[in-house]
């Protein structure tokens, strides 16, 4: 298995609703991060764990909470959001070791905030 | 911080001829260079990287240099076919699961 999955596709939410996104990977990657990517634009980093322990976190705001519940999960919890984060949000994996690995990414789920 | 500037934004060439996107990064320190395609309503996919410990690396179609002395890395697609309309991005990083700065991307099109 090669793939890192993402569920859901596609999210809609409120501005007072509490949602979670979801990763999977099980490829044996000890490293998982989450991205956001705006229209046309690049990825941007928000968040990377390492052996499950949190590592980065790129001053995202409090209403995007990460959690790591093991080696092939990753959440990312969500609560009163703002239309602004409306964005594809990215997984993506790694391998951890002394030389760098490249990072496999999953398909995204869309989110929409009204 | 490290910066990767990305040149052109959007590229359009006739099937068949050959595509070059370039890019240039400001941290010495990186040295792991990757480039990822994403293709409408997908994540981003790894086609190719390159270490600083290497000057070249070529993939069948695709070819990456990078010139540590000037800081650039250029991307190169030959013999294009349709399938590579895409948004490729250049990226640059200097450890394991460290942050991957990425370019802004350049949008290439395949004309028929």
């Known amino acids: 298995d090669t793939e890192v999955t993402q569920t859901p596709k596609h999210l809609v939410m409120g501005m007072t609703n509490k949602k979670s996104l979801k990763c999977e990977q099980h490829?044996?990657?000890?490293?998982m991060y989450w991205y956001k990517q705006k229209a046309k634009k690049p990825p941007e980093l928000m968040f990377v764990?390492?052996?499950?322990?949190?590592?980065i976190n790129e001053s995202v705001p409090s209403r995007f909470s990460p959690e790591c519940p093991n080696s092939s999960l990753l959440n990312l919890h969500l609560h009163a959001l703002q239309p602004e984060d409306s964005a594809l949000y990215l997984c993506?994996?790694?391998?951890?070791?002394?030389?760098?690995?490249?990072?496999?990414f999953g398909p995204g789920t869309r989110l929409t905030v009204l | 911080g490290e910066n990767v500037e990305q040149h052109p934004s959007t590229l359009s060439v006739q099937e068949g001829d050959s595509a070059v996107i370039k890019c240039t990064y400001s941290d010495s320190a990186s040295n792991y260079f990757p480039w990822y395609k994403q293709e409408l309503g997908k994540g981003p996919q790894l086609i190719i990287d390159i270490r600083s410990n290497v000057g070249e690396k070529k993939d069948q179609r695709i070819a990456v240099t990078l010139n540590k002395t000037a800081k650039h890395f250029s991307l190169h697609i030959t013999e294009t076919q349709p399938e590579d309309s895409a948004v490729y991005f250049c990226a640059a990083a200097y450890s394991s699961a460290s942050k991957i700065i990425f370019g802004s991307g350049t949008r290439l099109s395949i004309r028929p």
């Open positions: 490829m044996g990657h000890r490293a």
């Open positions: 993506a994996s790694s391998h951890l070791g002394t030389s760098l690995n490249e990072q496999f």
């Open positions: 764990y390492s052996y499950e322990k949190l590592s």
